[in-house]
């Protein structure tokens, strides 16, 4: 099951649509949030995930950036099973919320991997560990691609609308297609809010069936934070679950009952 916690967490991000579309003026998110998700299969706590929001004292072309990094480890039992540790940081522009760099470093059982990566947009070069990588328009690491989608204009989505994700990770530039559902309530850790619900394409796999569903929730309100993930595995399911929020611009709003 390699590599399945920061595969899950990448799911939440959903980039932009297969139309052109725009981002709202205001910023959903500020320096000093920080939010915790955990990864449940069955009964068990198999991982948990703490993404925290800062400034960052270290300028990018000469421009103010936003740092953002996240730790993601197994717990328990799991850590016996297949003990992750593996943590991701990225710098972006806090006006246009592009990256400017990314890097990673994750040991999962015994496989262990590290990159580095520039984001030239003036150029459209990434720079990797394993080489240079030409781009066209905007593409994301995952943790901005996350922070990037929770600034999208949402207003206008119809139920079945495609939504295309790029992002660059480990090896290349790579697209994740993702259908909108609808509107739903979901319960998380935190309570039940109202979302919108999403099905991002799986690949069959060591760890999907070839009939796999994965569907996500995210906060209908200004913050957009994704607030549970549940995909069907070759033997039972995972569910990510929101367990943390704090320092949020906006207040979190769960539905009373």
């Given at each position: 099951m390699k590599n399945y916690l920061p595969f899950l967490l990448l799911l939440f991000f959903t980039r932009s649509y297969c139309q052109e579309v725009a981002k709202t003026d205001e910023v959903a998110f500020q320096p000093?949030?920080?939010?915790?998700?955990?990864?449940?299969?069955?009964?068990?706590?198999?991982?948990?995930?703490?993404?925290?929001?800062?400034?960052?004292a270290q300028k990018f072309?000469?421009?103010?950036?936003?740092?953002?990094?996240?730790?993601?480890?197994?717990?328990?039992?799991?850590?016996?099973?297949?003990?992750?540790?593996?943590?991701?940081?990225?710098?972006?522009?806090?006006?246009?919320?592009?990256?400017?760099?990314?890097?990673?470093?994750?040991?999962?059982?015994?496989?262990?991997h590290s990159d580095k990566v520039t984001f030239d947009h003036e150029k459209?070069?990434?720079?990797?560990?394993?080489?240079?990588?030409?781009?066209?328009?905007?593409?994301?690491?995952?943790?901005?691609?996350?922070?990037?989608?929770?600034?999208?204009?949402?207003?206008?989505?119809?139920?079945g609308q495609k939504l295309d994700l790029r992002y660059f990770l480990e090896d290349g530039i790579h697209t994740l297609t993702i259908t909108y559902l609808g509107k739903e309530q979901v319960k998380c850790g935190l309570?039940?809010?109202?979302?919108?619900?999403?099905?991002?394409?799986?690949?069959?796999?060591?760890?999907?069936r070839k009939n796999s569903m994965l569907y996500l929730w995210i906060t209908d309100d200004k913050n957009?934070?994704?607030?549970?993930?549940?995909?069907?595995?070759?033997?039972?399911?995972?569910?990510?679950d929101l367990t943390q929020a704090s320092g949020l611009k906006y207040p979190l709003n769960p539905v009373k009952k």
């Open positions: 000093g949030e920080q939010i915790t998700y955990k990864l449940k299969y069955g009964f068990f706590t198999a991982a948990e995930a703490v993404i925290k929001v800062a400034n960052s072309e000469g421009k103010p950036a936003l740092h953002i990094f996240a730790n993601a480890n197994t717990a328990g039992t799991f850590n016996l099973l297949f003990k992750v540790r593996n943590k991701y940081e990225t710098f972006i522009d806090p006006h246009t919320l592009l990256p400017y760099y990314y890097s990673e470093e994750r040991k999962e059982a015994s496989y262990k459209d070069i990434i720079t990797a560990n394993r080489g240079k990588y030409p781009f066209k328009g905007n593409v994301f690491d995952f943790l901005s691609a996350y922070y990037y989608a929770r600034n999208i204009d949402v207003s206008g989505l119809k139920i309570g039940t809010f109202n979302c919108l619900k999403f099905n991002p394409t799986i690949i069959p796999g060591r760890i999907f957009r934070i994704p607030v549970k993930a549940h995909v069907e595995l070759v033997v039972g399911s995972l569910v990510m």
